[in-house]
């Protein structure tokens, strides 16, 4: 069965370090998100990817935060520098297209020391 | 008050039982809903995508949507010990130009007894 891989599993940084995750979705899923979630919370949309194009990054804050997805299939979220209060899981998913089910990785959980 | 709202739980039910797991929302756009079960440390499963108003039905799981009342439900019939886990609400709009990230409930943990 096709997943969503993510790498690494796990990190643990010291603050103002720069973090880098990355996101390789489901075979010819043109959309890819990226998400953050708290734990306790639900997760909370930081970018929405059609192809290699930003959809919506309303909610990624720039000053901290990019993403790419140079080729319209893999995609990395960076992160510089980390704060305290970036410690969360990091998880992208995947859709055929917006509008369809959207299929989630197993995250990325970050720790900032 | 936030978008969606679902109750944290925890639900603790005896195995067999019949379990409803709600979310009510406030965005009347809304188009989309899903929900999606979450085993600790693990990432999001979807197990039902359904489109405006009506029923969907998938082995021992329905989704129910009302939009209306802006209220979705999820029901596990003959609940088993595997299905403990957190169970989250998520829904969306589509807008023209093709956002679609979905707004998430809380979650509700979930405990089914042997």
């Known amino acids: 069965e096709a997943e969503v891989a993510q790498s690494p599993r796990y990190k643990i940084t010291e603050k103002s370090q720069a973090v880098a995750f990355w996101c390789d979705p489901i075979s010819g899923h043109a959309t890819l998100y990226w998400y953050r979630q708290i734990l306790g919370q639900g997760p909370e949309l930081l970018v929405q990817f059609q192809d290699e194009s930003v959809v919506d990054d309303s909610q990624l804050p720039k000053d901290r935060f990019s993403a790419e997805r140079l080729k319209g299939v893999d995609s990395t979220l960076k992160i510089q520098p980390a704060e305290l209060g970036d410690s969360a899981m990091y998880l992208c998913a995947s859709s055929f297209s917006a509008g369809t089910g959207q299929y989630f990785g197993p995250g990325t959980r970050l720790t900032v020391t | 008050q936030k978008e969606v709202e679902q109750d944290p739980g925890p639900l603790s039910v005896p195995e067999g039982a019949i379990v409803s797991l709600n979310c009510t929302y406030s965005?009347?756009?809304?188009?989309?809903f899903m929900w999606y079960r979450q085993y600790s440390r693990k990432g999001p499963e979807l197990l039902m995508y359904t489109y405006s108003s009506g029923n969907k039905e998938d082995g021992r799981f329905t989704a129910q949507v009302d939009k209306s009342s802006k209220y979705i439900s999820l029901f596990i019939r003959d609940s088993q010990p595997s299905d403990s886990a957190t169970y989250l609400c998520a829904m969306s709009e589509r807008s023209g130009g093709g956002a679609d990230g979905l707004t998430f409930g809380k979650g509700t943990h979930l405990i089914i007894q042997p």
């Open positions: 965005n009347s756009a809304f188009q989309y």
